[in-house]
């Protein structure tokens, strides 16, 4: 279960003025719940944890076995945005920090991504790893022209069948596409490609809990059915029309702190296993709030590493910041700090308390600091980090963004403002029909 505790801000709210917010995020929850509001073409993630047949996993499961028994170690995700985040958050939480080092066999393929940069660098190192690895690949796209992911495709595809041959290669590829349409499905349909849907009313930054999400996760080796049992929950508690909706208080708060000029909110954790948490959250907040010259700015950190580097900041710095700090209850591992007879660091004090123990003073210590220097904190807490609740913190922040959006007055489903830079960077490298505007930036470049 997800829990939000907003005692880190009632110094710098009235009750008044939290309560008018509630009613504020109370009325977008009936916008969302009853499908009304801008972008009601894209609500295909609300119910997906409660209707997502068992035959989908069960589907993912024997695309894992096939690939097992063909000794496949390394599994490509090719996608970007949307097409990537969440399983790369997933896959980094659940993992062993040090799954890479560990010998000994390994139950499932190392996952590893690609086509969400265009570094020529990391695909040419990408290519080194797959000359010594067994490998497959997932491509994820609803087209199959998102610049980053086709260029990768191409060419990891190219490698593939130039490796074990066009028909091996075949069934080595698994594209997450369109049903009907678009160059992948083309290309799928062509080749003999295994494939999976990305529904049309589901857009790429709530579709972690899609086979965009699940076949990468299942792939990993780790339980999606208690993912989604743990976002099912999640999805009964944030359709319900009340005050202690975690999701309208969440949305109600971050909305009437931007409002007293809390223009940038930081997403903290204290256990860097979640730092992808903060990418794909940065991602569904960004896109979906940043529009028509509003947003609350979404930026994360990783405590207590980044204490050491933006605590300054957050403590002394320009009072235009919020805190959400993720905090996990209880840790997964155990260990004590021992007693040295000759305490040159002066840590004899800390024997016999666990290291975690530190980690929960460090973060209360911030707590405290943080407020007083000026930051209003807003507690997002979970039991610990496994499938279950990682699931129920996906499901809690997409519902809460849609809410949050709606009491801004934007549509959280749209991104108009990413096609910019592309129209730029298409018309420089020359792609047909750009031809007008590459001659005015070349003009406005001087060249």
């Keep these: 279960m997800v829990k939000v505790n907003l005692g880190g801000c009632s110094s710098f709210v009235k009750d008044a003025e939290y309560k008018e917010y509630v009613e504020k995020a109370l009325s977008a929850l009936d916008v ?29 499961e024997s695309v894992r076995d096939s690939w097992k028994g063909k000794g496949v170690d390394l599994v490509v995700v090719i996608g970007i945005g949307g097409s990537y985040l969440g399983a790369k958050c997933a896959v980094e ?49 609803k087209s199959g022209t998102t610049t980053e992911p086709a260029i990768a495709f191409r060419l990891v595809k190219q490698y593939l069948e130039k490796t074990y041959g066009a028909k091996e290669a075949a069934e080595r590829i698994v594209a997450v596409t369109d049903a009907h349409r ?5 290309l799928a349909t062509q080749e003999g490609y295994r494939t999976f849907v990305i529904e049309d009313n589901v857009g790429g930054r709530f ?16 339980d ?12 009964r508690e944030c359709a319900k029309r009340s005050a202690g909706n975690p999701a309208v208080e969440y949305a109600a708060m971050r909305n009437l702190l931007y409002g007293k000029g809390k223009k940038i909110e930081i997403l903290v954790s204290y256990n860097p296993k979640l730092q992808y948490l903060g990418e794909w959250w940065k991602q569904l907040y ?13 930026a994360s950190v990783s405590f207590t590493t980044d204490l050491h580097s933006m605590g300054q900041y957050i403590q002394d710095g320009e009072r235009t910041l919020m805190e959400t700090v993720v905090t996990v209850e209880k840790s997964n591992r155990s260990m004590t700090i021992s007693d040295d007879p000759q305490n040159l660091d002066g840590l004899n004090f800390l024997t016999g308390k666990h290291v975690e123990e530190c980690n929960a003073m460090a973060e209360l210590g911030t707590k405290l600091a943080h407020i007083d220097g000026g930051v209003p904190q807003l507690s997002v807490s979970v039991e610990k980090i496994d499938e279950f609740n990682l699931g129920g913190l996906f ?45 005015a930036l070349h003009q406005r470049l001087g060249k």
């Design 32 to 60: 969302l719940e009853n499908e009304t509001g801008a972008g009601n073409d894209f609500l295909g993630w609300k119910h997906l944890p409660t209707t997502t047949p068992e035959s989908l996993v069960a589907e993912c």
């Design 93 to 141: 939480a659940l993992s062993h920090s040090f799954a890479k080092q560990l010998s000994g066999k390994k139950d499932a393929p190392e996952i590893v991504f690609a086509g969400h940069n265009l570094s020529e660098e990391y695909i040419c190192e990408l290519m080194d790893l797959m000359q010594q690895r067994n490998t497959a690949a997932v491509v994820i796209s």
């Design 182 to 186: 678009g160059a992948l499905k083309s």
């Design 207 to 222: 579709s972690v809990l899609t086979p965009v999400g699940i076949l990468p996760i299942v792939l990993a080796g780790f």
């Design 224 to 235: 999606m059915r208690a993912m989604l049992e743990g976002a099912a929950e999640m999805e």
């Design 286 to 298: 960004g896109e979906s709030e940043g529009k028509d010259g509003k947003g609350i700015f979404p």
């Design 395 to 439: 499901y809690f922040f997409e519902k809460a963004c849609g809410i949050s959006a709606y009491i801004l007055g934007v549509n959280p489903f749209d991104q108009p403002g990413v096609e910019a830079y592309k129209k730029n960077m298409f018309a420089l490298l020359g792609k047909p029909g750009y031809e007008e505007q590459a001659k």
